[in-house]
Every structure is written in structure tokens, then in C-alpha cells.
């Protein structure tokens, strides 16, 4: 079973008939499918002096688990819907593994892509990153990770070959989650920006309870960001419910159990020194899990909700 690269950096317990041809249509089960079967029928069977193994494989969100230890969970909380591997070998050199991920939208791949956002920023794809013999990116609805066994000097070059070669074979760039654009600018730390709607991923970034008491989950949809101002930092999540009542009940709940001590204006100084509230406008939650002032929480709360005319 493989050795994920994510599984040094997390041990997580997570509890459709068109086919795309340069651009996706409606979608149902039968077209995800198809779509990898189009990119597959094009990815390069060479790179540099690197020749492709027979055969590729398949997984789907059941059998990932026979492929990848400890991660397949995170691939699932994003709906993936199957995965390509592809094993590439050359004469005195590491193997190179190109994974493909179909995670069935746009919004799922970058929510996928930013779980891991260490390393050197490359033109490849959408927002590629390459660490130590591993790069990744994501375009379109696809993840892609790309790595050598063993880093040397030919094996770099042919990872960052790869990559270029599988970016230019999706025509299509993907759409950010609508979401990111609700964050405040001011401040914002790019790389800390994380898409998700699973409780776990939310508490491996930031620990907020073993209970999903933000009732986090397939309907909904989180963006998790951290800010810098003047010196101060702070810890921003939002969450978008398909209904107010929903939402309401989300922080009702994220009072009682998170921060039971608040003051009636809803702040609260924590153990850590840190200020935290939340707040609610029709179906989307506010929360400063952590904030070193309270006027920054104030100030970021406000420009996730402006004033409203005649309020």
C-alpha cells in the first residue's frame, strides 16, 4: 500500500450524461467518469528519459483506501470520484508517480488542493506548489500530485515536465468557490485560505470539538483564513448554510459548547488570551475562532458585514 506524501502531515479518522470534451455540461456519475477517461487517453506515456509502466490504475472513493494510507479519508471528504495513478521508471533513476484526481468540481479540487499549501509557488496548472520530489496542483475539477521517489536532479526536472505536460492537456481552468470572495482583503495571509465542508478537516487546521457542532457537512460550505494587521493576528472561519435556520442553530450551539463564558455581546476572552465570537446574517456564520485584539475580531466582522442601509 502506498505512502502518501499528506501522510507525514495528518493521521485523519473521517468518520451527472454528458461527457467533457473541452468543456464540462451538465453532469451526472456516468460523465465524471468520462472526463478522466478523456484526460487519461491523452497524458504522456513518456517524459524525459522516463517511460510509463504498464498497467494504470483506477480507484474510486471505495477502493482509494487500497491505494493511499492515511489520506484517502481526505480525498473523500472533497467527493472524490476516481483517481488515475501512473507509474513512470527510467534506467538509474526514482520512479515517478502522477496521481489524477477527479473530484467532480472545480470548488472540491482547490478545497483539496489548499489542505497542503507548502512550498515553491510554479506557473503549472492552477496554484502549483512544489516541496522536497513532490508537486501539486489543481485545474479544473482535477488534483493533480506529481512525485519522485527520490529527489535528484533529472527526476525534478521531469516532475516539473510532467506537470506542465498534464496542466496542458486540461483545457479548462477551474472556478474558486464562490465563498473566498466574501473574506475581507485587508490583511489576508494568502496561503492560510482553506476551502472544506468536513468537520475533521476543519479540526485538523483548527481544533474546535470532537462534536460537529458547527453542524459542518455536505450542504454546507466553509472557508477558513487567517489575517495579519498591524502586528496583530487572527483566525477567521466562514460558513454558508442552506438555510437561517440552519445557520442559527449552528451558533447557538457554537455558544453553548465553545464558548459557554461569552459576554451578551457575544465576545469572549479565551484561556490563550485570545478573543473569539461569532455572528449570523441570513445563512452564513461568522466566527473569530482566534483574534489577539478585539478590535481586530470587530473590524473583520464588519467588513464580512457591512452596515446595511436604514440599519
Given at each position: ?50 517511460s510509463a509502466v504498464p498497467e494504470d490504475r483506477l ?119 464562490a465563498m473566498i470572495a466574501t473574506l475581507p482583503a ?126
Amino acid at each position: 500500500m502506498k505512502e502518501f506524501p499528506w501522510t507525514r502531515l495528518l493521521l485523519l479518522s473521517l468518520a451527472a450524461s454528458a461527457v467533457w470534451c473541452g468543456s464540462l455540461l451538465l453532469m451526472n456519475p456516468r460523465s465524471f467518469a468520462a472526463s478522466l477517461d478523456v484526460l487519461h487517453a491523452v497524458l504522456p506515456e513518456r517524459i524525459e528519459a522516463w517511460s510509463a509502466v504498464p498497467e494504470d490504475r483506477l480507484f474510486d472513493d471505495q477502493t482509494i483506501f487500497e491505494y493511499i494510507n492515511g489520506a484517502g479519508e481526505v480525498y473523500r471528504a472533497y467527493n472524490m470520484k476516481r483517481c488515475l495513478s501512473r507509474r513512470y521508471s527510467a534506467p538509474g533513476q526514482p520512479d515517478i508517480v502522477l496521481d489524477v484526481f477527479d473530484m467532480g468540481s472545480s470548488a472540491d479540487a482547490f478545497g483539496v488542493f489548499t489542505h497542503d499549501r507548502d512550498g515553491e509557488a510554479l506557473p503549472i496548472g492552477q496554484g502549483a506548489l512544489y516541496r522536497p520530489g513532490w508537486l501539486s496542483f489543481w485545474k479544473d475539477r482535477f488534483f493533480i500530485s506529481i512525485y519522485a521517489q527520490e529527489e535528484t536532479e533529472p527526476a525534478v526536472k521531469a516532475v516539473k515536465a510532467l506537470g506542465i505536460r498534464v496542466a496542458d492537456s486540461i483545457p479548462s481552468e477551474g472556478t474558486l468557490p464562490a465563498m473566498i470572495a466574501t473574506l475581507p482583503a485587508g490583511g489576508l495571509v494568502d496561503r492560510s485560505v482553506r476551502y472544506l465542508h468536513h468537520p475533521v478537516v476543519l479540526n485538523y487546521h483548527y481544533y474546535v470539538s470532537d462534536e460537529n457542532i458547527l453542524q459542518i457537512g455536505p450542504r454546507t460550505e466553509a472557508v477558513l483564513a487567517d489575517y495579519e494587521r498591524g502586528g496583530e493576528r487572527a483566525l477567521l472561519l466562514l460558513v454558508s448554510y442552506p438555510d437561517a435556520s440552519m445557520a442559527q442553530e449552528a451558533l447557538t450551539r457554537f455558544f453553548s459548547l465553545f464558548l459557554p463564558d461569552a459576554a451578551e455581546d457575544g465576545f469572549a476572552l479565551m484561556e490563550n488570551k485570545k478573543w473569539s465570537t461569532a455572528t449570523r446574517r441570513n445563512d452564513m456564520l461568522a466566527v473569530l475562532l482566534e483574534s489577539d485584539s478585539r478590535r481586530l475580531a470587530e473590524d473583520l466582522l464588519a467588513e464580512v458585514y457591512p452596515p446595511q442601509e436604514g440599519s
